[in-house]
């Protein structure tokens, strides 16, 4: 019995191993396509928003637009506000940029990378459990050095790293 449950522990350590190897490969792999996309960031919509803008540049006045769009024209500035408001649907982005003859591009841009965003997350968490750790051994006069200090903080990283179905419990935005 010892041993048949022994190997299927080895077997679930091999799968959560191999599973976490794979979360980071993949977050790899996302983060260099992604990266290419980080110089949009400091694009800013236009103050009108990007179909009035474009509309304009095109020259299509907004009965023309609406026509395109299969829509009365009364519902074109409504439509326009909407967008700057952010309470558009994609569907209807899709629509408008295809009546533009643009592609509608829908996408997220990490900030830095994924892989910061999992280490300050980890790094997050473990200053919170530190944070305890160091209270509890104070009250019991047992005060670490910056050096165990740092050492503890690293280790409980490499922990939350490794264990990676508790990164994201019960904490705040990195």
């Given amino acids: 019995m010892y041993v048949y449950i022994n190997k299927i522990s080895i077997l679930f350590i091999y799968i959560i191993m191999k599973s976490e190897k794979q979360q980071k490969q993949i977050r790899a792999q996302l983060d260099k396509t992604l990266k290419q996309f980080s110089s949009l960031t400091s694009v800013n919509r236009p103050m009108r928003g990007w179909i009035r803008a ?87 006069a047992q005060h670490l050095s910056k050096p165990e200090k740092k050492r503890l903080f690293q280790g409980l990283v490499d922990d939350i790293l490794n264990s990676p179905s508790s990164l994201w419990e019960n904490t705040e935005k990195p």
């Fill in 54 to 140: 474009i509309r304009d540049a095109l020259g299509m006045n907004m009965r023309q637009f609406a026509s395109r769009l299969g829509v009365h024209s009364s519902r074109i500035p409504r439509i326009e506000k909407d967008e700057i408001a952010e309470k558009l649907t994609l569907k209807t982005m899709h629509r408008a940029a295809n009546e533009l003859d643009c592609v509608f591009v829908y996408g997220f841009v990490p900030r830095s990378s994924l892989e910061n965003t999992v280490n300050k997350q980890a790094a997050l968490k473990a200053e919170k459990q530190l944070e305890k750790v160091i209270h509890t051994m104070d009250l019991e």
